[in-house]
């Protein structure tokens, strides 16, 4: 009785919550991009997906400025995290030197830097709230 | 060894030196005289804000009036940061000195290279980049090779730019003039971040050839007088030999792969070398102009800094110059002992001997050690990769204090050396050569080079005729302060 009494509620406040959940916007702004060419390649991860190959969301935005802008709509509040570089050449990969470093810029969020490899999930996740989250990366 | 001389030396400055002794305020950390050896001024740091250009005193002797122009020297000037002490002599940040000499007058400046890790450091005040002998601090991001750069080697000028070498990361752009740092220098997109040894291989006509060492991989730089890359390839050396210097014929390449070895780079790097003494020392000889016409040669286990230069002979044996350890020294603690004032004379018996390898055109290579314990080595920038007489080291390991105490020569073509010493107040750093105005060979050449004098507190920059050193300097120039002891330079 106390269990179908507890599901029913849980079931109720969910059909509440989640249209709100569901509208939590997140915006990411990148600023000073030194050249005004090529494309920033961006993606959107949560814990699951940080350190593997998946994202749950991405952008290619066109570098027309020294910032870009895009808004990912609908996201469940959470914990998230941006991996970004910036495609200077439009070659559609990340160029690295031949011993492997990259030689185009690339970020994360909290402008997290890592220590030999990426930075790690807990320094470059930020919260996403229900009434929405705006996030900016400073890339160089 | 030239006892009379040594005193002569000393009796010849006395008034120099009488006149510098309390005026030496260069050294931003002064160590306490009752606990610190006088020799300790060589690990002190210098000036955060470096030294403004000043004459130094013509103390000794006549300048010769044929020597025209800079001698720009790198070395570690940051070993500590009130009580904390570098851990390695490697690792300390880079001064970049120039000597502008003209007219007989000689005026000293240095500045810092600004890198990274100087910046955060100086912020700090406090030691926080992993390095070759450093672990580092774990709040230190590190997302490439010049993130730990200590551009604190050497130094290289090509077609008039200045550059701070190091030998994990970039060379760093530097103003000539100011000794400003303008930033890390990319060759070419794709090649951004890619280390630039430092020692770089300069042709009599300018041309730059060098390596970038990653592991077991190698990178190689063809870079033109006109200081534009003209080529780059890579070749592999089958393992992550430690890789500080390397040679260069006319016509080949020689990459000396020693068995100190580390396939895990990681800091502190030096903790990661083993000796492999059973792969000897082998060497990978590659064609100028065509980098996958490659050979191997062996040679009994040899560990070494530096090489002089190559030359090939008619039958196209290859002979070179190098300074040759039975095992790995220095690289293995860094100074640390040293950096702290501590002195035991327990390296002071495993120094580098002279040595002439000869790689035949078939078979294994041939050595033949001399008599001559050095480091350092020089030769005339006009025979680099060419047939010469003369090659020139920092000599005479005293059991008293680290350091060299002596200038010495070795002549190829004689079989002969001679040598200055210097004597135990006098820490004795590399020399170049400086060909002389119309010089027919390299006998026709000038030695210039810096000496820490210890007993006065001060600095001292040394000209000899190459062809007679045991006479004695040409003239000395002193300025009124010390700056700690440097690796290598170059003259422009």
Request: aromatic share 10%; with cysteine; proline share 6%.
């Amino acid at each position: 009785m106390t269990r179908t009494a507890s599901f029913a509620a849980l079931l109720a406040a969910s059909m509440i919550a989640t249209p709100i959940a569901l509208a939590a916007d997140l915006t990411v702004n990148v600023d000073s991009i030194a050249k005004t060419q090529g494309t920033i390649v961006l993606g959107l991860f949560d814990e699951g997906t940080y350190s593997g190959d998946g994202a749950v969301d991405g952008a290619n935005l066109k570098v027309e400025g020294n910032t870009v802008s895009v808004t990912f709509e609908g996201l469940e509040p959470g914990e998230y995290a941006v991996k970004l570089y910036h495609d200077v050449n439009d070659d559609g990969e990340m160029n690295t030197n031949p011993f492997g470093m990259p030689t185009e810029p690339f970020a994360f969020s909290n402008d997290a830097k890592g220590r030999f490899g990426p930075a790690k999930w807990d320094a470059a996740k930020f919260s996403v709230g229900a009434d929405g989250t705006v996030h900016t990366i400073t890339l160089n | 060894m030239n006892l009379s001389r040594r005193h002569f030396m000393e009796a010849g400055l006395g008034a120099g030196i009488a006149g510098a002794v309390g005026t030496s305020f260069g050294l931003s950390a002064m160590a306490d005289p009752n606990t610190m050896p006088a020799w300790h001024l060589g690990y002190q740091n210098a000036p955060a804000s470096g030294f403004e250009p000043s004459p130094m005193k013509l103390v000794f002797g006549k300048a010769p009036a044929d020597l025209k122009g800079s001698l720009y020297r790198n070395g570690p000037a940051q070993l500590s940061y009130g009580d904390q002490y570098a851990s390695h002599w490697f690792d300390g940040d880079g001064l970049i000195h120039r000597i502008a000499i003209e007219d007989g007058q000689a005026v000293h400046q240095a500045r810092f290279v600004e890198t990274r890790k100087r910046r955060e450091e100086q912020a700090a005040q406090a030691f926080l980049a992993p390095g070759f002998g450093t672990l580092g601090d774990e709040s230190y991001s590190v997302q490439g090779p010049d993130d730990t750069n200590a551009a604190n080697t050497s130094v290289l000028v090509v077609n008039g730019e200045l550059l701070a070498l190091w030998e994990a990361g970039s060379a760093f752009s530097m103003d000539a003039e100011t000794l400003e740092t303008k930033g890390p220098k990319t060759w070419r997109d794709d090649l951004k971040g890619m280390p630039f040894l430092a020692h770089p291989k300069v042709e009599p006509d300018g041309r730059v050839w060098n390596l970038a060492v990653g592991g077991s991989r190698v990178g190689i730089y063809r870079i033109g007088a006109n200081g534009a890359l003209e080529d780059f390839g890579m070749v592999d050396i089958g393992r992550a030999a430690y890789i500080h210097d390397w040679t260069m014929s006319e016509r080949h390449l020689i990459i000396l792969v020693q068995p100190w070895v580390n396939e895990n780079l990681r800091p502190p790097v030096v903790a990661g070398f083993e000796w492999q003494p059973q792969h000897g020392l082998q060497m990978l000889i590659v064609n100028k102009d065509d980098f996958s016409n490659q050979r191997w040669v062996q040679a009994p286990p040899r560990m070494f800094y530096h090489t002089g230069s190559a030359w090939e002979e008619s039958d196209g044996t290859i002979k070179f110059d190098a300074a040759f350890y039975k095992e790995p020294v220095l690289g293995v603690d860094g100074g640390t002992a040293e950096i702290r004032g501590e002195w035991t004379g327990e390296y002071a018996t495993e120094e580098g001997v002279l040595t002439l390898v000869e790689i035949p055109p078939q078979g294994d290579a041939k050595l033949t050690e001399t008599a001559l314990i050095g480091e350092f080595p020089q030769v005339d920038p006009r025979y680099r990769g060419k047939h010469r007489n003369l090659v020139a080291l920092a000599s005479g390991a005293s059991a008293n204090r680290p350091g060299s105490t002596a200038l010495a020569v070795h002549n190829w073509t004689s079989g002969e050396s001679q040598s200055f010493m210097f004597g135990d107040n006098r820490m004795v750093e590399e020399f170049l050569f400086v060909p002389k105005a119309g010089g027919q060979s390299d006998l026709d050449s000038w030695l210039v080079g810096p000496v820490l004098n210890i007993k006065a507190g001060v600095r001292e920059i040394c000209v000899f005729d190459a062809a007679n050193v045991s006479d004695g300097p040409v003239c000395i120039w002193q300025a009124d302060y010390a700056w700690p002891l440097g690796f290598h330079g170059t003259w422009a």
